[in-house]
């Protein structure tokens, strides 16, 4: 599957991935979380820092959607947390534009 995802939607994606698991799913988290994750360069060009309080902003007049392509076992992992964000209705402003591209 093949996207666009902007600073918020990675950010989202980023905080949702299990922090535990079997093997195979630590193995696919990590590859996802080093594709979506922001690079130096990507840091620099979208302006991205951390506030004292903990959030993350960036600079609102750069595009900062990019392509990114996961497996369909990757779409599996994702529509999982994002399911389980909806049953425990956790979903919030955030986190529904992802929904909506992956579920």
Known sequence: METNLNCVE????LSIMPREGN???LRMMRDIVARVGFS???IVEFGIE???DGRVRWTQDVP???PFTFAEAE???I???LKKMDED???NADSVSLYEKFM
């Not at 990675?10 to 994606?13: G, I, Q, T």
Request: net charge positive; no cysteine; aromatic share 4%.
């Open 75 to 77: 779409v599996n992992l």
């Open 79 to 81: 529509k999982k947390a």
């Open 23 to 25: 093997f195979i799913t």
């Open 64 to 66: 900062t959607e990019r």
């Open 89 to 91: 209705e956790k979903l």
């Open 40 to 42: 130096a360069a990507e």
């Open 50 to 52: 951390e506030l004292p």
């Open 10 to 13: 990675r950010l989202v994606m």
